[in-house]
């Protein structure tokens, strides 16, 4: 099992920055894949930003030039950073791991809410 906790969601302006962090603990020896997505109200989750144990990311259309995902193995920490947020950026953000074996792990959410 693993276990994530996120922070870092909050109330911005359109076009102020977020950062978000997720810590992962218990079996993190297998983790390959760190990630977020995101829910807003009435739509479905979707992905916004990958990043593997080698470093490989994968970013959505939507958030591309806008959005950074990183990753501090140390501390089994996935960041992603946000700039330009705009009011379209508005959900809950979901930290996500997928280990070795495919299986995959949420984290409970937080709350990003961006005004115009």
């Known amino acids: 099992q693993v276990q994530l906790v996120e922070s870092g969601g909050g109330l911005v302006q359109a076009g102020g920055s977020l950062r978000l962090s997720c810590a992962a603990s218990?079996?993190?020896?297998?983790?390959?894949?760190m990630g977020w997505y995101r829910q807003a109200p009435g739509k479905q989750r979707e992905l916004v930003a990958t990043?593997?144990?080698?470093?490989?990311?994968n970013y959505a259309d939507s958030v591309k030039g806008r959005f950074t995902i990183s990753r501090d193995g140390a501390k089994n920490t996935v960041y992603l950073q946000m700039n330009s947020l705009k009011p379209e950026d508005t959900a809950v953000y979901y930290c996500?791991?997928?280990?070795?074996?495919?299986?995959?792990?949420w984290g409970q959410g937080t709350q990003v809410t961006v005004s115009s």
């Open positions: 996500s791991v997928r280990n070795w074996y495919d299986n995959d792990y």
């Open positions: 218990g079996n993190i020896f297998n983790i390959n894949i």
């Open positions: 990043i593997t144990r080698g470093g490989s990311r």
